[in-house]
């Protein structure tokens, strides 16, 4: 038994470890406890068949996480979400979280541009930098990132039904500052299909979504090959009220459906799901959190290797991004959010997140402030630096609470998924209105324990207080519409109309033919055309998705 599991170690540190620690050497600190005790990187259990069924960090299946050398390596990428206003205002909050130890760049769009509108657009009256930076056009996305060279950082944009064209904006900024488009690293969400289940920002109907995510990743293996092409996002589904299972069982058909496009497009699937990247939600309840963490990548890492064949172990990794659940935050006593949120991200941090944003305590009643922002990554730098949950690898591993629900995550998740496959696949159970009734039933539920006190939420329900906050809440200047407005008819009298409307011809062709449309976008985004006027474009020829009517 003894001579197995060794046996087992010298394999994983000649093929795994040793390999990795030439790209990323172990972070220059002691890993002992305070007491002087030298901590392993990460600990076996005595069992080889137990071993097999977890294997080793680094290694399929991938269920101690997806580095060989995880935390001890390197830390998670601290990312805060963050956007409001105009670029200008965006941009001064980004430079902020960088000086203030952020290690990546995370872009909130408001409404407008997250459903393909201008500034100036009549439907977007009221909503223009509420929930997010305004976007419009390239001179935006240029002072988004002024100052912040983009071949240094990596930056995730929340961005789903036009996703094609802001990356095409990112992409143009990246050329104007001279940085080699194989430089750039990031994420675009890009995923369309949790947006006909649980979030709404749609635009197209499915078919053409399909065609603008895969045309990306066509785009981004010749050109952009560091880019993660989507975050297939079970974060959505949680917050519009899904158990644990279910964000993994939604997520990874998502992802199942993703895979079967690209592959139906040409693509190879060790061509592109390297570049695969997910969305995943830290709740509550600390255990079965770390539990489903462990089991998403163990149940896709079988899904990518024995259903689509995939040959290259980079295709069989689950990468995720986490955040902590705004839908558990409370406007009541909202102090009380700095503890939820620094439970979610050690669960997310001991699940063995690869990025982390931590919300902040007065997301419930608005905006976060400077001052709330930088509590929230605190709290991420203060988990890294002084707990040393980060000096050993998967720590809570062979633990029996965790590894029974790992097992119970995973084999619950394969059944809803089997379900799906019955149903011919994400899209069909989608137009069925099958997911959604599963999540709504379960948010129905969970709405029912509060409301009979069966569960517990402090502040709410137990445990009231009469005292007022004291929390100052950031208001968005109502004023900056006017200022889009006028900024947006400035670049409309100064570009070149008739090149304008000779590349909405172009466009127009290539949207009615099966090319790929991300040159059109770049082209167009350079000449100033807008994301409103590609939109309109695009919806003139494929229309808008209507979802179905469920009772």
């Known amino acids: 038994m003894k001579k197995k599991l060794d046996e087992a170690m010298k394999h994983w540190h000649k093929n795994v470890l040793d390999p990795a620690l ?39 299946p991938y269920t101690r996480g997806v580095q060989a050398t995880m935390y001890r390596g390197h830390l998670w990428t601290m990312r805060q979400y963050a956007g409001y206003a105009t670029a200008e205002e965006s941009n001064r909050r980004y430079r902020y979280l960088l000086d203030q130890g952020q290690t990546g760049l995370s872009v909130a769009f408001d409404l ?49 039904a036009p996703a094609a064209i802001l990356l095409a904006m990112y992409i143009a900024v990246a050329k104007r500052q001279g940085v080699e488009l194989s430089k750039l690293r990031g994420t675009i969400q890009n995923d369309i299909l949790k947006e006909y289940i649980a979030r709404g920002t749609y635009i197209f109907p499915p078919q053409p979504s399909m065609r603008l995510i895969t045309n990306v990743m066509q785009f981004c293996k010749e050109h952009v090959p560091r880019w993660n092409t989507i975050s297939i996002s079970g974060y959505h589904i949680r917050e519009a009220g899904s158990t644990a299972v279910q964000e993994v069982a939604f997520t990874l058909a998502n992802g199942i459906a993703y895979v079967h496009a690209a592959i139906d497009a040409g693509l190879e ?19 079965e959190e770390i539990a489903k963490f462990r089991a998403a990548r163990r149940l896709w890492a079988r899904i990518m290797r024995e259903q689509f064949g995939a040959q290259n172990p980079q295709s069989w990794r689950l990468r995720f991004h986490t955040q902590t659940a705004g839908s558990t935050l409370t406007a009541q ?16 941090v001991l699940g063995g997140t690869q990025s982390l944003h931590t919300n902040s305590m007065d997301e419930a009643l608005g905006l976060p402030t400077e001052e709330s922002v930088q509590v929230a990554l605190r709290t991420q730098q203060i988990i ?33 998924i089997q379900k799906i496959s019955e149903l011919g696949g994400a899209l069909p159970a989608i137009e069925k209105g099958y997911i959604q009734r599963e999540i709504q039933d379960a948010a129905y539920v969970t709405q029912q324990q509060i409301e009979s006190e ?24 109502p004023t900056i519409e006017l200022a889009q407005r006028r900024r947006l008819a400035k670049i409309r009298e100064q570009r070149d109309p008739i090149r304008v409307t000779d ?45 179905p009517t469920m009772i």
């Open 454 to 477: 069966e569960s517990i939420l402090v502040g709410v329900n137990a445990y009231l207080s009469d005292m007022p906050t004291k929390i100052k809440l950031l208001t968005v200047d």
């Open 333 to 348: 006593q909202p102090e009380n959010n700095i503890i939820r949120v620094t439970l979610q991200a050690l669960a997310a």
């Open 269 to 287: 699937v060790d061509d592109f799901a390297p570049q695969l990247s997910f969305f995943l939600n830290a709740h509550n309840h600390l255990f």
């Open 503 to 547: 590349l909405l011809e172009k466009l127009t062709n290539a949207a009615k033919s099966d090319g790929n449309l991300m040159p059109f976008f770049i082209e167009c985004v350079e000449a100033d055309v807008t994301l409103g006027e590609i939109c309109g474009r695009l919806r003139d020829i494929w229309g808008e998705y209507r979802p």
């Open 22 to 60: 030439k790209h990323h050497p172990e972070r220059k600190e002691r890993f002992v406890t305070s007491s002087g005790i030298p901590l392993d990187r990460f600990y076996l259990p005595s069992d080889p068949d137990h071993q097999d069924q977890l294997g080793f960090p680094g290694e399929y």
């Open 384 to 416: 890294a630096h002084e707990t040393g949950i980060a000096d050993s690898i998967d720590p809570l591993g062979g633990s029996y609470l965790i590894e029974h629900l790992t097992d119970e995550i995973e084999q619950k998740a394969k059944e809803y």
């Open 112 to 160: 407008p541009t997250q459903l393909g509108y201008d500034a100036d657009d009549a439907i977007a009256s009221g909503e223009v930098g509420k929930v997010g930076v305004s976007i419009s056009c390239l001179d935006d996305m240029d002072q988004l990132f002024q100052g912040i060279q983009l071949d240094q950082v990596s930056t995730s944009m929340t961005i789903n």
